[in-house]
């Protein structure tokens, strides 16, 4: 919902989501001798701590030891000279992009559609399963392109192996559209 740098201006106990990296890492444990972990989360306009309490740290223990960029969505505590962040959900800024993802759209130049490459792609949607739809512009010549869309049974989760697979066979760059259909 904002930059490091703007959630000062939110108010006290207001619900928001923050994306950044991973600066320093405390991990303390509770007078219950559950973990939880204070950590730095750093943007391009500044830092912030962030509170994991034990719930959270549990399911995301593993995000925290990465150096991937995180999204955390949380309370923010503002007061006149500081602001901190309870977190409620931990998540790679990768995934959130990948369940963006609405559509695939794969070119299929004729040289490319043969029955060997057209099994090769089924296999790597079977391999990556998920909620995307798939889309094929095919080239039908004298400059004509259909658009078909793929059966429901060929939806994918688009990650980055998936589409490099995608794109070495076609020889063409796959198109990622985000959000509701025709937007």
Known sequence: TCTIQDLSTH???ATVKVAGVIENLKIKRTKRGEKMAILSLEDQTGSLDVIVFPDVFNNTSPLLKSDEPLLITGTAEVDDNSVKVISQEIHSLEKVRQSAIRTL???LPREVISRDNLEELKDIFFRYPGESS???????GQGKE???TAHYRYRVSPCNEMIKELETITGQKVICSYGEKNT
């Open 134 to 140: 798939v889309l094929f512009r095919v080239d039908a």
């Open 105 to 107: 759209e794969l070119s």
């Open 146 to 148: 259909f658009l078909i």
């Open 11 to 13: 108010n006290d106990r």
